[in-house]
């Protein structure tokens, strides 16, 4: 039904961990619509119903990627880049989705 919230395993979603990636590469201000798009994206794709995201998801997690990419491309320009990082599930969502375009 449109409009009713379900509940989720917190481990499913996405738009956690986008938050943690941008606290830790510490974006300034200038970054803030890149960083908004970025959330509006993963909130998307959290809202998602799973029978939906099946199909749909592989469209949106392309964009997601390509937005995640242009401000950690940004980081390391002003020196942010920390090295290896802990496991995320974004950088996860990254790899599969790079394998998956690969396999196409």
């Given at each position: 039904?449109?409009?009713r919230a379900s509940l989720r395993d917190a481990k499913t979603l996405i738009s956690p961990a986008i938050d943690a990636m941008v606290a830790e590469l510490d974006p300034p201000a200038a970054?803030?619509?890149?960083i908004a798009l970025l959330r509006?994206?993963?909130?998307?794709?959290d809202a998602m119903p799973d029978a939906v995201?099946?199909?749909m998801l592989?469209?949106?997690t392309g964009q997601l990627v390509k937005v995640l990419a242009e401000l950690e491309d940004r980081a390391r320009k002003r020196g942010?880049?920390?090295?290896?990082?802990?496991?995320?599930?974004?950088?996860?969502?990254?790899?599969?989705?790079?394998?998956?375009?690969?396999?196409?």
């Open positions: 039904m449109a409009g970054d803030g619509p890149l509006r994206q993963a909130r998307v794709i995201a099946v199909s592989p469209n949106h942010r880049d920390a090295g290896p990082r802990p496991v995320n599930p974004v950088r996860e969502l990254r790899a599969s989705h790079a394998a998956f375009m690969g396999k196409r």
